[in-house]
């Protein structure tokens, strides 16, 4: 809880800088379980990712917003770790457990407002679990991945354009599914 006495400050939107980042990171990823040959744009832009998640994290947490420093702090530590992609069964752990880091939060984010982000991290801890399992090598994961992380990234493009929104308009403009 914040004191008078805290620091303070106020970065504008890093929650849009960091979903906006996923989305750019789901996408080639859901085009790679489609059949596209993008993985090396996956490789390519998974640390950036990393690194934009751990500056999302940085300012959340200056922001007091405690559930995104929970959700972009591990997450840049899974994107650190994941790339380039380490052995199929230790690739297929690491999704393994940032999809029960994500379940956690999804269940704290059901305490929030915004009920669209709920949805958007209970088919990301979803894609998470089928991704771990084409790492295992199950037959039939990978295109079911890629339509589930193409889900996760065309909610997040939405969920950040309405949020950015939501600020630019003072009022719901795309809706969130804001309960009052």
Known sequence: MAEESNTHMKIAM?????????????????????GMDTISLVIAIGPWVGLLSLVTA???FFNENLLGTALFGPLAIFF????????GEG????????????????????????KLLPILLGIAVISFF???????????????????????????FYMSAAIVMLVLKGK?????????
């Not at 979903?19 to 859901?30: K, N």
């Open 130 to 156: 089928v991704t771990a399992a084409w790492f295992w090598g199950t037959d039939g994961t990978k295109e079911i991945m890629g339509v589930l992380w193409m889900i996760v990234s065309l909610i997040a």
């Open 80 to 87: 650190f770790t994941i790339m380039p992609p380490p052995s």
């Open 172 to 180: 719901q403009v795309l809706p969130l599914l804001i309960k009052a």
């Open 14 to 34: 890093a929650d849009v800088m960091g979903i906006l980042t996923l989305s750019m990171f789901t996408f080639p990823l859901a085009t790679f379980g489609l």
């Open 91 to 114: 690739a297929a752990v690491l999704c393994v457990l940032i999809g029960i880091v994500v379940f956690i939060d999804m269940l704290l984010s059901l305490a929030q407002p915004v």
């Open 58 to 60: 940085i300012l959340m």
